[in-house]
């Protein structure tokens, strides 16, 4: 038999749809071949040398061919005859590239891709991945197309890390194929961590929150502190200044909202720099003149009125006036008896009458007997103030004490005030401290 079919190891092959020319010409005998009867199915034909048959669908069929001589002898031949189609089937771009590059050692990892065919159905195509490409496994001659895992979805384990070189080939029914390589970067497996380290990390991460946490509440209610002290007068250093001296007391509670850190909880009296400079001046003054009030009373109590009156027995009611009405009117009547003195001298020196004159020493003059007299009774007052003063200022003197400062250790003089005990500002550190009398 004899074909327009591709001839092939195990018989003829040939498209599906597709005329294929069958003949009878090859045959031989020793007389005349008188017919040839082509047998294909159910089909039979007559014609004596050729014939033609269309398959329209693929799969594999026999052709037998009989042959007849004048003498009636006849011979029997079989041909097979493959019948498939041309088209190629093509793998999905979009599947293709959906498809991984990497996973994790021992971890499951599912393969997807799928292909078209012009003729074939989804079904009908059938998927080899080939994970090892380099090695012809099935023996068929081609290394990369053989079937480790078969199918268009597969799940895959790798069991070391490192490249893997991976080959889909998709065939259909007539042995048409089409194939992909790829390579899927496998990472090695992290070393299991054991209950303890996770704990542990927790710990620490919870631990770093809340200290950061705690730091941020700090410096928050420490700058709201500095701003309720600058509202109360104070600068900004004086401020801080005044929060290290409240540290310094009391231990300041871990969460203590500002007005603990600003010392304002325990009523403490908010003193400015102006303030204290002034308290300062305050102290020097009655450590040297001693306390306003004492003194007053003091005065009131040992030294005469500033106005003196002549007893009632001697002289008249006069009215009381100031130090500078009594200087003014002194000063009048000392003219007018300058003036007197003269009158009376220049009377004498006509009259001829020798008058004993009181003479004036150094430009002064001789004042007359009131207002001598009044000039004698201040002198005696101011003497008797005068006496009053050194006895206060040598009393002053002995209520003044030398006290040293527990924070700086400087030392200074105070006024001791009639009590037991008394708070103390240092006037050298600025800082208060209480002191006890004995």
Known sequence: VSSSAELFTGGWKTSINQETAFSCSSSTDDDIIASCLWEWGSVFSDTNSSTSITWPNIGTYQVNLTVV????????????VVVDDSSIPSLNQQSIEQL????IEGES????????????????????????PNS?????????????????????????????DIVVTVFDQSGNSDSHAFSINVDN?????????????????????????????????????????QGRGLSEAEAKQHIAMVKQRKKIPLFADAS????????????????????????????IYGNSSNQTQTSETFAPRTNTYAPSGFAPIQNQYGMGTQSAAADAMAMFAEEENEEIIE??????????????????????????????????????????????????????????????????????????????????CNQDFKLRFD
Not at 69 to 80: C, E, F, K, P, V
Not at 100 to 103: G, Q
Not at 357 to 374: C, D, F, N, R, W
Not at 384 to 396: F, H, K, L, P, Y
Request: charged content about 20%; hydrophobic content about 35%.
């Open 347 to 428: 009377t004498n020196k006509q009259e001829g009458v020798i008058e004993k004159v009181t003479k004036v020493i150094s430009g002064g003059v001789e004042l007359p007997h009131q207002v001598k007299a009044q000039i004698d009774v201040n002198d005696a007052v101011e003497d008797q103030q005068s006496s009053i003063e050194a006895t206060d200022t040598t009393a002053d003197n002995q209520n003044v004490q030398q006290v040293s400062c527990p924070l700086c250790s400087s030392n200074f003089e105070i006024a001791i005030p009639d009590v037991d005990e008394a708070i103390v500002e240092c006037p050298t």
């Open 260 to 287: 603990v850190i600003a010392g304002l909880d325990s009523g403490q009296q908010i003193v400015t720099s102006e303030q204290k400079s002034q308290q300062r001046q305050d102290a020097e003054y009655a450590s």
């Open 69 to 80: 001589d004048n003498s009636g002898n006849s011979a029997t031949t079989t041909a097979i």
């Open 109 to 132: 990892l599912t393969l997807s891709i799928d292909a078209i065919d012009a003729y074939d159905q989804s079904y009908q195509l059938i998927y080899h991945w080939d994970l090892n």
């Open 189 to 229: 497996a992290a070393e299991p961590t054991s209950a303890i380290g996770l704990v542990m990390v927790a710990m620490f991460v919870g631990l770093v929150t809340i200290s950061v946490a705690m730091i941020g509440f700090r410096r928050w209610q420490a700058g709201l502190a500095v701003q309720l002290l």
């Open 136 to 164: 012809d496994s099935d023996a068929n001659g081609d290394p990369t197309d053989d079937p480790d895992f078969i199918g268009s979805s597969v799940d895959v384990e790798f069991e070391q890390g490192g490249r893997k």
């Open 100 to 103: 991984p590059s990497s996973t």
